[in-house]
């Protein structure tokens, strides 16, 4: 499985941020799996955005809930984030990544290459 994530690489603030995810390799609606959107601020650690599972629901953040959407197209079996009204708080590397329960409880097995986004005037 691999994944793949593109999107505007710069952004003003107040826009909108949208990035699509392409799956190769499996199909997003594959029970059990969950494709979520993790993110990492410069100098911080990973922040988990959002999910959208193989059924189609959505869970987010409680901090981001707010300004994020996230949706699917399974016929070109992708997953894609918006984030409405960015700030340079916002300015991380994005990436999309597969989760799912194994073994060892819920863990992420694939994990795109990450694209980086900058917020800036």
């Known amino acids: 499985v691999q994944l793949q994530e593109w999107g505007p690489g710069l952004l003003k603030p107040s826009q909108t941020l949208s990035l699509t995810c392409a799956v190769y390799?499996?199909?997003?609606?594959?029970?059990?799996?969950?494709w979520s959107w993790i993110r990492q601020p410069p100098g911080k650690g990973l922040e988990w955005m959002g999910v959208?599972?193989?059924?189609?629901?959505?869970y987010y953040s409680p901090s981001l809930k707010s300004h994020t959407s996230i949706s699917r197209d399974t016929s070109k079996n992708q997953f894609s984030l918006q984030l409405s009204s960015v700030t340079p708080e916002d300015t991380a590397v994005y990436y999309c990544?597969?989760?799912?329960?194994?073994?060892?409880?819920?863990?992420?097995?694939?994990w795109g290459q990450g694209t980086q986004v900058t917020v800036s005037s």
């Open positions: 990544a597969r989760g799912g329960w194994g073994a060892s409880g819920y863990e992420y097995d694939y």
């Open positions: 959208i599972g193989y059924e189609g629901s959505t």
């Open positions: 390799g499996g199909s997003i609606t594959t029970s059990y799996y969950y």
